[in-house]
């Protein structure tokens, strides 16, 4: 019984989480595409690498890309956790970011644009693993 139920939450976070890679691939793809009129594109250059200590045992280094861009001759910095790879990008590297006509601090790095994949792949891996408790559980 508890297996089952575990399956269960385990098949409904799997499938809100695949919910949730469409909505963000829909969004983004609108935001590529100059469909949503709030965001509009400029270029950023990476200024500098900002690192941080997740786990001070293991020393396990982040790194997480400063960003800076301008709007209308003023300069806005983001720094994007989803890029925390562990793989530097060098100082220099140009990017795309699209951020908020009304509000430019807003804004998104065009690698978020592709994390869609990822909360799909991970939804449908925990729905198949959920399904699979189920199936041990019966």
Known sequence: MVLLILGIILVIIGVRLLYKGSLLKDFYSNVRNGKISEYKRTTGIVICDAYDIEDAAEAVKKVTPIVEYEVNGEKY??????LKTGAELPVGTKMCVWYRKDDPRKAI????LDNYFAVKL???SI???GIMIILLGI
């Open 122 to 124: 991970f939804g449908l």
């Open 127 to 129: 729905t198949a693993f």
């Open 77 to 82: 910095e983001t720094q994007n956790p989803v």
């Open 109 to 112: 790095l065009s690698t978020e």
